[in-house]
């Protein structure tokens, strides 16, 4: 399909020569999707990457850094990285793909992992920082609107630590925005993010052979197709625009539907039933939430994307329904 037209904000962009880029979280999904379109841009002369671990492939014109951004020196370290390879740009996608049973390991990799990063970019001046977090910040309560705004409050549950989180990484990105005017900062609020090669943890569930449903709820959702998530990367990396931007795919689905549309089966269960079942299977590794996304399935926490549109030049490709569809 035909890529969007361009606003204003991309098209000031489009030709020139980009500083040289670092992605952080090679090994995830979005690191790998956007190290990807980056060697693929002849515009991006310099891409520099860091993880844990090497890659068990062709980096091509790509340098590799092993760093632990859990580690109390990580931040020295990486801002002698960027110093050494002249970074203008970090796409910092060090993220789990989903909730985790290591709750304190999942912290000190997301938001101790970020505040190193922020960091190594303060103490450089990096000019631009991406970051891909997630509409569940938002929270998925009854009295949501429709269809939620980035000027909306995140008000996703503190007590439960893969929202927590992430709203705990915003809040230092609006800190290093505010205290570094300079640095363009850049945050992409996306949908679930479903596709065939997707790794995200809602994916894995619709490859499930069963799925759940909370009785007597049936809330709107929508989704975000892989390729559109890659699309948002590199445009919120190319273009000069500062702050939340909320990604999905256009429309929305009955949470009712979304088992037929990748052919799999469904079973409601009332809420009580669910909450013990899920804090049975989770521990177990049999089902990739655990019990406070039921939350999730049970109230509407659906993205407006206009502000993306505008500021990003972004276009999703794929519908919520489409994007399901490319699942199965």
């Given at each position: 399909m035909?890529?969007?037209?361009p ?5 000031r ?16 999904y979005?690191?790998?999707?956007l ?8 515009r991006?002369?310099q891409?520099v ?6 890659p068990?492939f ?6 590799f850094?092993r ?6 020196t ?5 801002a002698?990285?960027l110093?050494?390879?002249?970074i203008?740009r970090v ?7 989903g ?12 938001t101790i992992g ?12 990096v000019?631009k ?7 569940v910040s938002?929270?998925?309560r009854a009295?949501n609107p429709?269809y939620l705004?980035?000027?909306h ?9 893969y929202v927590?989180?992430?709203?705990e ?8 925005a505010?205290r570094y005017?300079e640095?363009c900062v ?5 949908a ?5 090669d ?5 994916n ?7 799925m ?16 559109d998530?890659?699309?948002a990367?590199k445009?919120a990396?190319?273009a000069?625009s500062?702050g939340?931007f909320n990604i ?9 539907a979304?088992a ?5 089966a469904c079973?409601?269960f009332?809420?009580a039933?669910?909450?013990t ?7 177990v590794y049999?089902l990739?939430?655990?019990?406070r996304?039921l ?11 206009s502000?993306a549109e505008?500021?990003l ?8 329904r489409e ?5 199965s």
């Open positions: 035909p890529e969007a037209a606003t204003s904000s991309t098209r962009v489009r030709g020139r020569k980009h500083p040289p880029t670092l992605v952080t979280g090679l090994s995830g979005a690191g790998m999707a190290f990807e379109q980056l060697l693929a841009d002849s991006c002369p891409v990457c860091i993880d844990l671990e090497r068990g062709d980096l091509g014109r790509a340098k850094f760093v632990d951004l859990t580690l109390p990580a931040d020295a370290l990486v002698e990285i110093e050494e390879e002249q203008g796409m910092h996608a060090a993220f789990l793909s909730p985790s049973h290591d709750h304190l390991r999942a912290h000190e990799l997301e970020t505040m190193h990063v922020l960091n190594a970019c303060a103490a450089v001046g000019e920082i991406v970051v891909p977090l997630s509409t938002y929270g998925a009295d429709n705004t980035e000027e409050p995140l008000r996703g549950d503190p007590k439960y630590p927590r989180d992430k709203i990484v915003e809040q230092l990105l609006a800190e290093h505010r005017p640095c850049t945050v992409l609020r996306a679930p993010v479903v596709g065939p997707s790794s995200y943890f809602f894995k569930y619709l490859r499930r052979p069963l759940l449903r909370l009785s007597g709820y049936d809330p709107l959702m929508q989704f975000l197709h892989q390729d998530l890659t699309f990367l445009a990396l190319d000069d500062p939340a999905a795919g256009r429309g929305v689905v009955p949470y009712s979304v037929p549309l990748v052919g799999r079973i409601a009332p809420l039933l669910a909450r079942l899920s804090a049975a299977l989770w521990p049999a990739p939430f655990d019990p996304y939350e999730y399935l049970r109230y509407l926490f659906v993205a407006d994307i502000k505008g500021g030049g972004f276009s999703p490709r794929y519908s919520s994007a399901l569809l490319s699942v």
